[in-house]
T-cell receptor, first 114, second 109 residues
Framework: NAGVTQTPKFQVLKTGQSMTLQCAQDMNHEYMSWYRQDPGMGLRLIHYSVGAGITDQGEVPNGYNVSRSTTEDFPLRLLSAAPSQTSVYFCASSYGQLSTDTQYFGPGTRLTVL | KQEVTQIPAALSVPEGENLVLNCSFTDSAIYNLQWFRQDPGKGLTSLLLIQSSQREQTSGRLNASLDKSSGRSTLYIAASQPGDSATYLC????????FGAGTRLTVKP
């Protein structure tokens, strides 16, 4: 198993540009989520999905969109990048619901918005 | 709103020392608490998961305790090694997962 994979590893954007961060898992996990990690702060939940076709907002959803057309993939879209979105983004998955199962994290995408 | 705090923010110890990392949370209505390890430039690796009905979990040299009523958890690392150097994060789960900012541990040879 490759586990949770994320692409790209690094990205530089200009303000106003859009892009999609890719996340995939090959463990047949139902639950997937996106976090951002900023210096001196813990990870904050952006969006999550409890299964294909179902998504919901987390703590900091503004400026981001998600969709879940398959169990394996959970892309995160930045609609119009802003410098405040400079961060490290992590995708995570778990077999069951968040409340009971161990979370598996991808290696992260480091995004800089100029 | 759930707030998770980890103290200290950084800790440096000599190799072989036993140490304790602290995590506190403001809302005791949680389903579980997890401890993660994060190496520089890497993702998070789950170390231990404690369900709300449990008091502790052990894995090798690691022991995590949970006192839900007081909103506290500790991660005990026995006989620390340089390879234990990393940032350790705790996270509590109910409707979502809330993380502390982490403790950066350095174990000196």
């Amino acid at each position: 198993n490759a586990g949770v994979t994320q692409t790209p590893k690094f990205q530089v954007l200009k303000t106003g540009q859009s892009m999609t961060l890719q996340c995939a898992q090959d463990m047949n996990h139902e639950y997937m989520s996106w976090y951002r990690q900023d210096p001196g702060m813990g990870l904050r939940l952006i969006h999550y999905s409890v299964g294909a076709g179902i998504t919901d907002q987390g703590e900091v959803p503004n400026g981001y969109n998600v969709s879940r057309s398959t169990t394996e993939d959970f892309p995160l879209r930045l609609l119009s990048a802003a410098p405040s979105q400079t961060s490290v983004y992590f995708c995570a998955s778990s077999y069951g619901q968040l409340s009971t199962d161990t979370q598996y994290f991808g290696p992260g995408t480091r995004l800089t918005v100029l | 709103k759930q707030e998770v705090t980890q103290i200290p923010a950084a800790l440096s110890v000599p190799e072989g020392e036993n140490l304790v990392l602290n995590c506190s949370f403001t809302d005791s209505a949680i389903y579980n608490l997890q401890w993660f390890r994060q190496d520089p430039g890497k993702g998070l690796t789950s170390l231990l998961l404690i369900q709300s009905s449990q008091r502790e979990q052990t894995s090798g040299r690691l022991n995590a305790s949970l006192d839900k009523s007081s909103g506290r958890s500790t991660l005990y690392i026995a006989a620390s090694q340089p390879g234990d150097s990393a940032t350790y994060l705790c996270a509590v789960s109910r409707n979502d997962m809330r993380f502390g900012a982490g403790t950066r541990l350095t174990v000196k040879p």
